[in-house]
């Protein structure tokens, strides 16, 4: 443990939309009283960060040169004197920064508000952490913050295996819903696990399955993870009147023609904004409390892509998630 004050950090700054990677040394900010600097063991790689790389993402405003990486878990090695939830020493996690202009967590060291934080499970590991707060986050305020998530509801979730959608499915199950998924063939039993029928692509994509799981009254919550016509097809597959449907990619162009006729609702999630406008940081702690919580009681894991990766190949690492090819969340190891 150190309390040091450590002024400068390691980091891997992107100085070029579409280039690589490179090492520097760059200064850190002055703590401010509600903060705390946390000394970064993992650091998780989200789809939006190669986004950022290819320069897609303008929603983000990340201008470069930058830091990327929003997910982080480590230590806090310094504290602000006003900082009441932390303490020297302290494993921690949280969605911290690689957006609005803030640095991001591909570095040794952060300094972050104490707000974005939780304190890490204790029965699950650093690199493991550091994958669950983006897509804990996401799933959480879609199903809880806008779509109430009970045990009386059934949810449909799209893309069940993906980062969001079995975040999704565990958190849903762990409020006792009734939970359908889609997905691969291959990623059935996968989808079973977490406690979730699967549904396949094929089937979403002819109708079927809502009379099949439904008979034809349509699913409480729809949960789109994918955008584009999945969220038409949404708008389809919700309960007449008390039907709610989240996306948390609604950016394309939609008639809402099919959502207005069933008398639903419809709500979009953008987990950035307290990071882009400084408000509700403190909700996202508390949430990321949730997930420890759920996490220690047995009731959530994290899927992750195997490999080891860390400064010398994060370049590999972004070109994985870049191009699909993950199978789970990648996490780059920094200590």
Do not use: C
Request: no cysteine.
């Amino acid at each position: 443990m150190t309390t040091e004050k450590i002024q400068t950090t390691t980091a891997m700054v992107l100085e070029q939309i579409g280039g690589n990677f490179i090492k520097k040394t760059i200064d850190l900010p002055t703590i401010e009283s509600n903060q705390v600097k946390i000394e970064i063991y993992a650091s998780g790689i989200n789809p939006l960060d190669t986004k950022i790389w290819l320069g897609q993402a303008e929603h983000a405003k990340q201008l470069l040169p930058a830091v990327l990486g929003m997910d982080l878990a480590g230590k806090v090695v310094e504290k602000g004197n006003n900082v009441t939830r932390f303490e020297i020493g302290d494993e921690v996690f949280g969605l911290a920064g690689g957006v609005g202009g803030n640095q991001g967590t591909l570095a040794r060291f952060i300094v972050v508000d104490e707000d974005l934080l939780a304190k890490k499970p204790i029965n699950m590991n650093m690199v493991e952490t550091a994958a669950l707060p983006l897509i804990f986050i996401t799933a959480w305020e879609g199903l809880v913050d806008r779509a109430k998530v009970d045990q009386n509801k059934t949810v449909f979730i799209q893309a069940g295996a993906g980062g969001v959608g079995h975040m999704a499915i565990q958190i849903a199950k762990a409020f006792r819903a009734t939970v359908y998924a889609t997905a691969f063939e291959k990623d059935y039993d996968l989808i079973r696990s977490y406690g979730a029928t699967p549904i396949s692509f094929a089937e979403m994509e002819s109708g079927s399955y809502i009379d099949t799981y439904t008979n034809g009254k349509g699913f409480d919550i729809v949960f789109d993870t994918l955008g584009g016509t999945f969220l038409d097809a949404a708008f389809k597959a919700v309960k007449i009147y008390t039907g709610h449907v989240v996306t948390s990619l609604g950016w394309g162009t939609h008639a809402l023609a099919p959502l207005s006729f069933r008398g639903a609702t419809y709500s979009g999630v953008f987990t950035l904004l307290p990071l882009i406008t400084g408000k509700g940081k403190a909700h996202h702690g508390d949430i990321l409390s949730e997930a420890t919580r759920l996490v220690e009681s047995g009731k959530l894991n994290v899927r992750l892509h195997p490999g080891d990766y860390n400064f010398d190949n994060i370049d590999e690492a972004h070109s994985i998630v870049r191009q699909g090819k993950a199978k789970g969340k990648v996490v780059v190891h920094i200590k």
